[in-house]
């Protein structure tokens, strides 16, 4: 698993996540529109959560016509529907999905810090917490775990103070 801290070239994670949205969206036969991709592509813009209110001042800045707030989570509503995005509730800000086409369950690592979010995917956890569901008769439709902590940077950080 590639750690987000790792230096890379964010572009390209815009890059393939747009192409990547285009493509399952033309399998699908639905429409990934001049506005839902551009809000994808400002979720994308960091690997930290941001908010639906985040992105329509976002819009605003970048738009001669500002888009209201219900066009917003219509669209982000679209991009969760696709699975191109995920909501962490405890924050109510949206982070794009690194593997759109699988279904999975997802489980993220939220620094309280920097605000840096990481999904994992882990055949253990997912294992784990399938088990013990069924154990109790439970049939698990959406999973979403949020970890919070201190990221791998902000930890040290911390003990250079």
């Not at 815009?14 to 839902?36: K, N, P, W, Y």
């Not at 738009?63 to 509730?89: I, M």
Request: hydrophobic content about 35%; charged content about 20%; overall charge negative.
């Amino acid at each position: 698993m590639t750690s987000v801290h790792q230096h890379h070239d964010h572009h390209v994670c815009i890059s393939e996540a747009l192409q990547e949205a285009r493509i399952l969206c033309q399998q699908r036969g639905v429409r990934l529109t001049r506005l839902r991709e551009k809000v994808l592509e400002l979720v994308w813009q960091s690997h930290q959560p941001v908010g639906a209110y985040d992105i329509l001042a976002q819009l605003a800045k970048q738009e001669e016509r500002a888009a209201q707030p219900p066009t917003v989570y219509r669209a982000l509503d679209f991009l969760l529907e696709q699975g191109l995005v995920h909501r962490l509730s405890s924050l109510n800000a949206f982070i794009g999905c690194p593997h759109p086409g699988i279904k999975h369950n997802s489980c993220f690592l939220i620094c309280e810090n920097c605000r840096v979010t990481q999904e994992i995917d882990h055949q253990a956890i997912n294992q784990s917490i399938t088990s013990c569901a069924s154990d109790q008769g439970f049939k698990i439709v959406d999973t979403a775990i949020e970890l919070t902590g201190l990221c791998s940077n902000c930890q040290g950080f911390q003990e250079s103070l």
